[in-house]
T-cell receptor, first 114, second 117 residues
Framework: DTAVSQTPKYLVTQMGNDKSIKCEQN?????MYWYKQDSKKFLKIMFS???????INETVPNRFSPKSPDKAHLNLHINSLELGDSAVYFC?????????????FGEGSRLTVL | AQKITQTQPGMFVQEKEAVTLDCTYD???????LFWYKQPSSGEMIFLIY??????QNATEGRYSLNFQKARKSANLVISASQLGDSAMYFC??????????????FGDGTTLTVKP
């Protein structure tokens, strides 16, 4: 039983299209995140939600819109895709947002924009 | 200023030997956590080890230990008895307290470790 699962694992799409990535965790955690890993493997946080409320929004273009329908789910919708959006997007979860507690990552969703 | 610095883009180690991956951090928050994650070529992120800022002893998890030097703001990962399966990218990360940073984890640029047979 996968703890943090993301779908789809791969997306290939044209510039200008809209796409969504879904994430679900069955760990009972109350905090979920989206991270972007670029082609140089740099990992950068995009968003964080705690109990469905947005707590971190890291100057991400407003083409990116996260949605958390409940604390077990965090989805990412991207409008008007650009070439620079090509990356691996990781969903993660943790219990709370204190300084302790590791992140549990999903397998990643590789987005390729042509 | 970079909060997490990993100065070794790539490292090589002979199988069965020990290797140290460097990590320095910068924070003014007295409460923080330091983490190491492994990313093999298959792409998943695997948590390895955690050290809390108030922990007096260095963390250990099997073949992994964290050499925590608070005054120097360093949190180096030591892998003992390297195995071929240890070949991967390793990320150092820091979480500051909820007041400072809402528990955001900041990652270093990573170190690619190659274990030679």
């Amino acid at each position: 039983d996968t703890a943090v699962s993301q779908t789809p694992k791969y997306l290939v799409t044209q510039m200008g299209n809209d796409k969504s990535i879904k994430c679900e965790q069955n760990l009972g955690h109350d905090t979920m995140y989206w991270y972007k890993q670029d082609s140089k493997k740099f990992l950068k946080i995009m968003f964080s939600y705690n109990n469905k409320e947005l707590i971190i929004n890291e100057t991400v273009p407003n083409r990116f819109s996260p949605k958390s329908p409940d604390k077990a789910h965090l989805n990412l919708h991207i409008n008007s895709l650009e070439l620079g959006d090509s990356a691996v997007y990781f969903c993660a979860s943790s219990q709370g947002f204190s300084a302790t507690g590791e992140l549990f990552f999903g397998e990643g969703s590789r987005l390729t924009v042509l | 200023a970079q909060k997490i610095t990993q100065t070794q883009p790539g490292m090589f180690v002979q199988e069965k030997e020990a290797v140290t991956l460097d990590c320095t951090y910068d924070t003014s928050d007295p409460s923080y956590g330091l983490f190491w994650y492994k990313q093999p070529s298959s792409g998943e992120m695997i948590f390895l080890i955690y050290q809390g800022s108030y922990d007096q002893q260095n963390a250990t998890e099997g073949r992994y230990s964290l050499n925590f030097q608070k005054a120097r703001k360093s949190a180096n990962l030591v892998i003992s008895a390297s195995q071929l399966g240890d070949s991967a990218m390793y990320f150092c990360a820091m979480r500051e307290g909820p007041v400072t940073n809402a528990g955001k984890s900041t990652f270093g640029d990573g170190t690619t470790l190659t274990v030679k047979p």
